[in-house]
Antibody, heavy 119, light 114 residues
């Protein structure tokens, strides 16, 4: 069925980078924007940014500017989110989500990828 | 950033009863150009990704049972669940998409069975 499948859990040292993937199944990947969000333990959801899979255009939340990069590989219908200079505050479940009509709400979500930052 | 505050933080309701969840925005999310409130509601069951319930405050997503309803405009919004079923136990949260590059979410309301 239509779904987004994310890569598995990661454990990273402080200062390292992490790259999470999100593969689209059963719909045309390049048609709809992919957004990335996260939920840290005890916190609400936080929006990180969006990417247009057709053009590669991106838009990032101000607090992640300079530290996040959202890219894609259209040949394998996969979006990527790379977050650098990790700290313990980046420990969170990271989600990709599809924006169906470009308005900013999300009709399809990946199952989440747990990223743990610990020394 | 627009702050969304949900109430209550948690709620226990008996099977068959009604659950009401509020979402209050720190500023209006009603766009004058189209008279639409840029607010969505989601349900997240344990171990599952979020599931879109409503967008434009009251437009029901395909497949969502009609015992769920969304209402409100501007700064005050309500999610109502009638005839509560066991599968409705979940975390519910609102989201505003009025501010581009600055979408924000409510803290969530945990709905449990009494």
């Amino acid at each position: 069925q239509v779904q987004l499948v994310q890569s598995g859990a990661e454990v990273k040292m402080p200062g390292a980078s992490v790259k999470v993937s999100c593969k689209a199944f059963r719909y045309t990947f390049t048609t709809y924007n992919i957004n990335w969000l996260r939920r840290a333990p005890g916190h609400g959801l936080e929006w990180m940014g969006w990417m247009n899979p057709f053009t590669g255009d991106t838009g990032y939340a101000q607090r992640f500017q300079g530290r996040v990069a959202m890219t894609r590989s259209t040949s394998i219908s996969t979006a990527y989110m790379e977050l650098s200079r990790l700290t313990s505050e980046d420990t969170a479940e990271y989600y990709c989500a599809r924006d169906y009509d470009g308005n900013g709400y999300f009709d399809l979500w990946g199952h989440g990828t747990l990223v743990t930052v610990s020394s | 950033d627009i702050v969304l505050t949900q109430s209550p933080d948690s709620l226990a309701v008996s099977l068959g009863d009604r659950a009401t969840i509020k979402c209050k925005s720190s500023q209006s999310v009603l766009h004058s150009s189209n008279n639409k409130s840029y607010l969505a509601w989601y349900q997240q069951r344990t171990g599952q990704p979020p599931n879109l319930l409503f967008y434009w405050a009251s437009a029901r997503e395909s497949g969502v049972p009609d015992r769920f309803s969304g209402s409100g405009s501007g700064t005050e919004f309500t999610l109502t669940i009638n005839n509560l079923q066991p599968e409705d136990v979940a975390l519910y949260f609102c989201q505003q998409y009025y501010s581009p590059l600055s979408y924000t979410f409510g803290q969530g309301t945990k709905l449990q069975l009494k």
